[in-house]
């Protein structure tokens, strides 16, 4: 089945201390991509990357870091969480043209 | 600076009926729009697009309309029905291949 897949689905932290979301995709695809989601705001993308290698900010990148060693996977890192960053994240892909496909979200809260 | 705006936070409509969701854009170098329909706990999925040379694309019960001279978009979905309750998100794209700009979405309820 195709699928983007982020893990894990739900994650209470303290500030400070560092994480990793991991998001992987078995389409192939060339394009990922990290969105979070806050009441009001709709869906503000942190980071995306075109293909391995290749990565870009998006509208609210500060506070977050990402890497693209492999085709597949498009980890999101927060190396020093605080409050401002609780949120729900969703991962996205697609191959060029064509449009995004979501994972299931991931539910961040920071205390 | 919000260049995707979708004014209503939610609609309510009679199940049978039309439902009118709509969605402004400030940004001129936008040149293709996509709804998204996103249930809890769920992410979004994908559900029409419609790119700037065109003004009308059909899909079975959902329409999307562009008028690109007032910068709007809207999704019609007749007739409406109470599986199509859900959050939805009007998106734009432009010339930056992946750079999909959102707006806030509209809480969509059909009643039965």
């Known amino acids: 089945e195709a699928q983007v897949t982020q893990n894990p689905r739900y994650l209470i932290t303290v500030t400070g201390k560092k994480l990793t979301v991991t998001c992987s995709q078995n389409m192939n695809h060339e394009y990922m991509s990290w969105y979070r989601q806050d009441p009001g705001l709709g869906l503000r993308q942190i980071y995306y990357s075109m293909n391995v290698e290749v990565t870009d900010k998006g509208d609210v990148p500060e506070g977050y870091k990402v890497s693209r060693k492999e085709k597949r996977n498009f980890p999101l890192i927060l190396e020093s969480p605080s409050p401002n960053q609780t949120s729900l994240y969703f991962c996205a892909s697609s191959s060029y043209n064509s449009p995004l496909h979501f994972g299931n979200g991931t539910r961040l809260t920071v205390t | 600076d919000q260049q995707v705006k979708q004014n209503s936070p939610s609609l309510s409509v009679q199940e049978g009926r039309i439902s009118i969701l709509n969605c402004d854009y400030t940004n001129s170098m936008f040149d293709y729009f996509l709804w998204y329909k996103k249930y809890p706990a769920e992410g979004p999925t994908f559900l029409i697009s419609?790119?700037?040379?065109?003004d009308k694309n059909e899909d079975g019960r959902f329409t999307v309309f562009l008028n690109k001279s007032a910068k709007h978009l809207s999704l019609h979905i007749v007739p409406s029905q109470p599986g199509d309750s859900a959050v939805y998100f009007c998106?734009?794209?432009?010339?930056?291949?992946?750079?999909?700009?959102f707006g806030q979405g509209t809480i969509l309820t059909v009643h039965p």
């Open positions: 998106a734009a794209g432009g010339t930056s291949y992946g750079k999909l700009t």
């Open positions: 419609i790119s700037s040379i065109k």
